[in-house]
């Protein structure tokens, strides 16, 4: 094991391992863990494992003297990645089924014929299914490379059977050295068959991405299509808006690292609050010290708000640095539900879907069902004829973009958690957000619904055929030909006020 050829060197290390497992011998996995830490050195006749200053004889276990001329072991990365693989399989006997679990992973994907025996001894005895089909992938592995043609085609076709991305790489790797015909023809039948099991995963994996990337569009242009849509403000800040929200979020994550860490996987929830308020407090200020005196001015209003997106962009930089800052996940959001053998969920993206969700379902009901969303109607339809009627128009204006702004905060807080926060932030999503909210519809909420979940789903499927870049021009090409044929977007407005 610690000298020789490396082909010599891996017979021996399967042979030892084989006995190990059958014999629970714990010097094995000793000297094998040594081996793997460069810890070994050896003379012509004997090994010794090296600690400090001191040998031991890994036979016995006694401290002896290494000889002068003792070598060092020389291991390349076939030799690690071997060593790794044997350390693994002996976990195989362990009473923990996630460790047997990970064992039987690390076996899979470096299958051997030498390590059938082993393999079938481990089949024997395992009794949980999930291990069970990763030890017998293995196993069809290790036949796969047998120099027995015979073998390989029975291993291609019990592989053609699980239908799961490793099978297919693995099946891919022995295509390319596959000499016999007929194993040949049968290794191109079975990925040919787990590709067609393997569509639906992937057409699922598509609309998924598609549907996160609308859920975060919809969220972050949710707060447009009231500032913008039902206020007439074009707001080029809304992007540091969302931003600040991702920074209040930061913060509270600091506070609970430093103040409360035996709580941090409750610290997002604090943070929701803290985004909405932080974001629709900037917002008031923005629309009382500015936005105010340029209603009916959207050229004016453009510039101004641009200026001030520079001025906060330079504040945060000031403040925070001009560095991303690192945003956690707390535990609850981390992993994922695997549906199915290429289709995996992550936690955060899914419940970034149902907040986005519940987001909206909290809008449409303070814009249809409370007196805020009322006034806020009434003004939007017919300014003087409201202030007529009592509504006091200005503070209405204000809560309007505060809660425009808000909403941003909280678009913030979720981007948080999937990607970097950093200054930059709200520029990678203002230019979506506004073909969102007009396409969409202007002042129509269920317009930017299905504009942000239709555009995500587009740009991830011209994704997967064109790329990123490509996908975008298309999307855009798309939006430019749908606001010719229909410039008033999906829902337009109907009425006297879409008259004026």
């Known amino acids: 094991m610690a000298s020789g050829t490396s082909s010599e060197r891996i017979e021996a290390i399967t042979a030892a391992v084989i006995e190990a497992v059958d014999k629970g011998d714990a010097r094995t996995v000793a000297f094998l863990q040594a081996l793997?830490?460069?810890?070994?050195?050896?003379?012509a006749d004997k090994a010794f494992i090296v600690q400090g200053d001191k040998g031991l004889d890994p036979v016995t276990g006694a401290e002896v003297a290494v000889p002068a001329d003792a070598e060092d072991v020389v291991n390349n990365n076939l030799m690690r990645n071997e060593l790794d693989v044997a350390l693994a399989a002996l976990q195989l006997r362990s009473e923990d089924a996630s460790v047997r679990a990970d064992a039987a992973r690390a076996l899979a994907a470096a299958p051997s014929e030498a390590r059938l025996p082993l393999l079938d001894k481990a089949l024997a005895i395992e009794k949980d299914a999930a291990i069970r089909e990763q030890l017998e992938l293995a196993r069809a592995g290790g036949l796969l490379s047998s120099e027995d043609p015979a073998k390989r085609l029975a291993a291609a076709t019990t592989l053609a059977e699980n239908k799961r991305p490793a099978t297919k790489l693995l099946l891919n790797e022995r295509l390319a050295e596959e000499q016999d015909p007929a194993v040949k023809k049968a290794i191109v039948a079975a990925i040919?068959?787990?590709?067609?099991?393997?569509?639906?995963?992937?057409?699922?994996?598509?609309a998924f991405t598609g549907v996160s990337l609308g859920s975060i569009l919809l969220l972050v242009a949710l707060g447009l299509a009231i500032t913008y849509g039902l206020m007439g403000v074009i707001n080029m800040a809304h992007g540091e808006l969302m931003m600040i929200g991702a920074y209040a979020t930061y913060v509270v994550q600091g506070l609970f690292q430093k103040y409360l860490p035996g709580a941090f996987d409750a610290y997002l929830i604090a943070a929701i609050p803290a985004a909405f308020l932080a974001s629709a407090l900037v917002g008031a200020i923005l629309e009382r010290g500015?936005?105010?005196?340029?209603?009916?001015?959207?050229l004016e209003t453009l510039l101004a708000t641009w200026g001030i997106s520079l001025v906060l962009m330079q504040l945060v930089r000031t403040t925070f640095g001009a560095q991303n800052v690192a945003v956690e996940s707390p535990s609850w959001m981390s992993g994922s539900v695997q549906l199915l053998p290429n289709l995996a969920l992550p936690w955060n993206r899914v419940l970034i879907i149902v907040f986005a969700l519940l987001v909206l379902g909290a809008v449409a009901w303070m814009i249809g069902r409370t007196r805020l969303g009322l006034f806020v109607r009434g003004v939007t339809q017919n300014r003087p004829i409201a202030s007529c009627m009592g509504v006091n128009t200005a503070r209405i204006d204000t809560y309007a973009f505060a809660l425009g702004s808000g909403i941003a905060g909280l678009a913030g807080c979720a981007l948080s958690q999937v990607g970097n926060v950093g200054p930059d932030l709200g520029q990678s999503y203002i230019v979506d957000s506004f073909m969102v909210v007009v396409v969409g519809g202007v002042g129509q909420l269920a317009?930017?619904?299905?504009?942000?979940?239709?555009?995500?789903?587009?740009n991830k499927l011209f994704e997967g055929w064109a790329g990123a870049v490509l996908?975008?021009?298309?999307?855009?090409?798309?939006?430019?030909?749908?606001?010719?044929k229909r410039p008033q977007g999906i829902f337009a407005m109907k009425g006297r006020s879409a008259e004026a």
Do not use: H, M, N
């Not at 040919?192 to 598509?206: F, S, T, Y």
């Not at 855009?476 to 010719?484: D, N, P, T």
């Open 290 to 298: 500015v936005i105010r005196f340029l209603y009916g001015r959207p």
């Open 447 to 458: 317009g930017t619904v299905y504009a942000a979940l239709g555009l995500g789903i587009l």
């Open 471 to 484: 996908a975008k021009i298309a999307v855009l090409v798309l939006i430019i030909v749908f606001i010719q």
């Open 36 to 43: 793997s830490d460069d810890t070994v050195r050896f003379t």
């Open 192 to 206: 040919a068959g787990i590709d067609a099991g393997l569509i639906w995963g992937e057409r699922l994996g598509q």
